[in-house]
């Protein structure tokens, strides 16, 4: 079993619609989540990060945790076109010094 | 500049060569990563240093690969003996992280492209 799993997509979205972006992991003791925006020739940028179950929001971006699933997901409201990018799952390891592992990543297409 | 900068930003060499790439982490950053992308992948984990000590080497890299990080500042990775499979993005990225545990944010540089010809 990977230790972060995304579906590799791509994920088309219309313009103004919300895109929905899952992820699951497999180390019950990790702490740490983050999502990482990457542009196609670009080096991934940190656009969300949570550490404790529930929703976090911040803008169009809402990040939700669900460490008895093992699941985390990232919705993106109110679409836009500069949001067609691919977005990269990443966890923080504890049992190996929290250690930051990725995620294939999620292609997001959106559609004008 | 006080973002994380690396060296070169493309090298082209032939199979069977010696390439070293350099990072410069944020400054006041203690850990820093590299990581290995190839096309369509997520960021592949290579190794990692806490100030100058090397915490983990990932077991997928053969002993052709080494990484320093000789006074806790910059890093080199070395890969000695190039493969066409050696052909990818090498990433290097930085990070605060004041003791374990830590919920640390990633900060990367603009990458290494490596093709071996």
């Known amino acids: 079993q990977k230790e972060v799993e995304q579906n590799s997509g791509p994920l088309s979205v219309p313009e103004g619609a919300i895109a929905s972006l899952n992820c699951t992991y497999s180390d019950r003791g990790s702490q740490s989540f983050f999502w990482y925006r990457q542009y196609s020739g670009k080096s991934p940028e940190l656009i969300m990060s949570i550490y404790s179950n529930g929703d976090k929001e911040d803008g169009r971006f809402t990040a939700q945790l669900n460490k008895a699933s093992q699941y985390v997901s990232l919705l993106i409201r109110d679409s836009q076109p500069s949001d067609s990018a691919t977005y990269l799952c990443a966890v923080g390891v504890l049992s190996r010094d929290d250690k930051i592992i990725f995620g294939k990543g999620t292609r997001l297409h959106i559609l004008p | ?117």
């Open chain 2, 1 to 117: 500049d006080t973002g994380v900068s690396q060296n070169p930003r493309h090298k082209i060499t032939k199979r069977g060569q010696n390439v070293t790439f350099r990072c410069d982490p944020i400054s006041e950053h203690n850990r820093l990563y590299w990581y290995r992308q190839t096309l369509g992948q997520g960021p592949e984990f290579l190794t990692y240093f806490q100030n100058e000590a090397q915490l983990e080497k990932s077991r997928l890299l053969s002993d052709r690969f080494s990484a320093e990080r000789p006074k806790g500042s910059f890093s080199t990775l070395e890969i000695q003996r190039t493969e066409q499979g050696d052909s990818a993005m090498y990433l290097c990225a930085s990070s605060h992280s004041p003791r374990q545990g830590a919920r640390e944010k990633l900060f990367f540089g603009s990458g290494t492209q490596l093709s071996v010809l």
